[in-house]
């Protein structure tokens, strides 16, 4: 056994047995001297020594020096997150051979692993990739947190990390789960400008018609969830409102615009919980109650159904809306133009001759027999310019306005 090599920490030694050489690394500190052995060469097959839970044996075939994917000194492959991976990761798989080589087709056979070199090389590669981009952008965040706080050290801003690659790797099903509606639509901002490259109207059309589908979908999916878990839960009318405020202009394609009511001088004083423009400039005035609110009572006398205590209230309040809106039209048209009215743009002009208020209220579940929906129908039928929706209806509604868009 002879001495080949020596480095900082390390002495190196060559035993050759016929035609098979074993390479051998000593440390320099190590009084007894022990000698753990590298690999074996045997022509142009190396027998690689890997100190994994499972994977014990890491063979290359057809080469003629050692690739430099893996250390020359025995510990595993030269990049630290691949070799942790096939150290650690393998421990239930019932893997303890690793295969390399150069024209293998990377599959596995029994205990075995093997890999094409290429393949494995490209994996090095995007890693080391994704570490600089990685350490790029770090150093980028910490340069525009400076820019902000430290203006006159004169930084330059600096745009993260835009390398295609890096990004389209990243553009997986993972992802989409955590993005919200607002992130989706900036994306969404991003592609139309990135259609613009192509000169062809029928590839930009094509693209567009798929991102607003794929963007309606993802939006849909997110709102129903959190439909579904409210429904569940019967939450107080405040949560009602504050998803109904979020989420109902991207769930009903009829409003383009909410109004801050409050803000706007009418004869009030209890406002709607929500009021909207739709795509004609017509009024709706919102009111949103609880999803378990009792619907009917029953009048024992007469044999038949009426509105309950609770809905009651709630239509002679929406009827007070209507009744004053159409009173001050035109002093309500005008404060609505007043107060949206900015700086670049007119205010926006409403119509207030026919308004309608959309009750949200209670469910289906109440009305469990014949009667009571027939009732339940002729009395929400018998209310000029009011409409009612229960809970489980509007679900439906969603879930079917999500089907309609999959299926086109």
């Known amino acids: 056994m002879n001495q080949i090599q020596e480095t900082k920490n390390l002495y190196i030694f060559k035993e050759i047995s016929g035609s098979t050489s074993t390479i051998y690394r000593q440390h320099k500190e190590d009084e007894s001297e022990e000698k753990v052995k590298i690999f074996t060469k045997n022509g142009e097959t190396f027998e690689y020594e890997f100190e994994g839970k499972s994977v014990k044996l890491i063979v290359f075939e057809g080469f003629k020096e050692l690739p430099k994917i893996i250390t020359p000194f025995g510990y595993g492959f030269e990049e630290r997150s691949l070799n942790n991976f096939f150290r650690y990761n393998f421990v239930d798989k019932r893997i303890n051979k690793i295969l390399i080589s150069e024209s293998t087709e990377s599959k596995r056979v029994g205990a075995t692993l093997y890999f094409n070199l290429g393949e494995i090389s490209d994996v090095v590669g995007a890693i080391n990739q994704e570490q600089r981009a990685c350490n790029d952008t770090k150093k980028i965040l910490i340069k525009n947190y400076l820019v902000t706080v430290f203006p006159e050290i004169n930084f330059d801003h600096q745009e993260t990390n835009n390398n295609k690659k890096l990004i389209l790797r990243n553009l997986n099903d993972k992802l989409i789960e955590q993005l919200t509606a607002e992130e989706i639509e900036k994306i969404g901002s991003f592609y139309v400008k990135a259609a613009r490259k192509f000169k062809a109207a029928h590839i930009i059309k094509r693209m567009s018609a798929g991102l607003m589908k794929n963007a309606q979908l993802i939006t849909l999916q997110e709102i129903i969830t959190k439909y ?8 107080p009318e405040s949560t009602w409102q504050a998803f109904f405020d979020e989420y109902i202009t991207l769930f009903d394609s009829r409003y383009v615009r ?6 706007i001088a009418t004869a009030l004083t209890k406002y709607p919980d929500l009021v909207l423009v739709d795509i004609y400039g017509y009024l709706d005035f919102y009111e949103l109650k609880k999803s378990g609110t009792k619907l009917l009572q029953y009048d024992s006398s007469h044999k038949t159904w009426f509105w309950s205590k609770e809905v009651s209230m709630v239509i002679s309040q929406a009827s007070d809306y209507l009744q004053k809106a ?22 926006l002009e409403v119509n207030i001759i026919n308004p309608r208020a959309i009750i949200v209220i209670g469910s289906k579940n109440e009305l469990d027999t014949e009667k009571k929906r027939h009732q339940f129908k002729n009395l929400r039928e018998s209310l000029k310019d009011i409409e009612f929706v229960l809970y489980d209806e509007l679900l439906d509604r969603l879930k079917n306005l999500f089907d309609t868009i999959k299926i086109e």
Request: proline share 3%; glycine share 2%.
């Open 258 to 263: 909410k109004l801050n009511y409050k803000n």
């Open 326 to 347: 159409k009173e001050n039209a035109f002093s309500y048209s005008q404060a609505i133009k007043t107060e949206t009215e900015t700086k670049t743009e007119d205010g």
């Open 228 to 235: 579904e878990f409210h429904l569940e839960k019967n939450p």
